[in-house]
Antibody, heavy 123, light 108 residues
Framework: EVQLVESGGGLVQPGESLRLSCAASGFTFSDHYMDWVRQAPGKGLEWVGRIRQKAKSYSTNYAASVQGRFTISRDDSKNSLYLHMNSLKIEDTAVYYC??????????????WGQGTLVTVSS | EIVMTQSPATLSVSPGEGATLSCRASQSVNTNLVWYQQKPGQAPRLLIYGASTRATGIPARFSGSGSGTEFTLTISSLQSEDFAVYYCQQYNNWPPGTFGQGTKVEIK
């Protein structure tokens, strides 16, 4: 059974940093692209970023709203995905989901989602 | 960036009735579109990929259709567990994989 479990969320002040983690199990983690998707309270879904596998040089892409502030990394030996968030803004307040990606059409879509972890940015 | 527009924003349906949800793309996404279901307090769940293929374990009452810019998710006979918010997302012109704003299916 595919499982994705996020952790690391919490309350931080604007300008601070936070690192989210996602522990994956039930599939060959190293074979998959992985995404982060977020959802502000009461709002819709927003794609945050993607990291590819070792074979794709662990390349990454980011949404314009987080480019330069957020960094995605992975540790295939630990079946773990990370989201490093710097210079956090109030508008980054959201539930952050870790998702497994099915690569297709040069991009792909998320087929499994974690339960999410809440990040609150407030002074 | 492709804009995805879902309609209606809210759909009121009686249990046992059918529901039709629409998703429109600002430019063609071919059939590179997925539908997700999200219940309160839960993560989204993949329903449909490739515009019309049901994901593993999804009941046959869910069907997707369309290509290019116009897509439809049909629920043939709503069960109590189907009342939720539904999102479409395109993955043709990427990044980013843009989502629609969602359609809430509520009990009438």
């Amino acid at each position: 059974e595919v499982q994705l479990v996020e952790s690391g969320g919490g309350l931080v002040q604007p300008g601070e940093s936070l690192r989210l983690s996602c522990a994956a199990s039930g599939f060959t983690f190293s074979d998959h692209y992985m995404d982060w998707v977020r959802q502000a309270p009461g709002k819709g879904l927003e794609w945050v970023g993607r990291i590819r596998q070792k074979a794709k040089s662990y390349s990454t892409n980011y949404a314009a709203s987080v480019q330069g502030r957020f960094t995605i990394s992975r540790d295939d030996s630990k079946n773990s995905l990370y989201l490093h968030m710097n210079s956090l803004k109030i508008e980054d307040t959201a539930v952050y989901y870790c998702t497994r990606v099915v690569a297709v059409a040069g991009s792909g879509y998320s087929d499994y989602w974690g339960q999410g972890t809440l990040v609150t940015v407030s002074s | 960036e492709i804009v995805m527009t879902q309609s209606p924003a809210t759909l009121s349906v009686s249990p046992g009735e059918g529901a039709t949800l629409s998703c429109r793309a600002s430019q063609s996404v071919n059939t590179n579109l997925v539908w997700y279901q999200q219940k309160p307090g839960q993560a989204p769940r993949l329903l449909i990929y490739g515009a019309s293929t049901r994901a593993t374990g999804i009941p046959a009452r869910f069907s997707g259709s369309g290509s290019g810019t116009e897509f439809t998710l049909t629920i043939s006979s709503l069960q109590s567990e189907d009342f939720a918010v539904y999102y479409c997302q395109q993955y043709n012109n990427w990044p980013p994989g843009t989502f629609g704003q969602g359609t809430k299916v509520e009990i009438k």
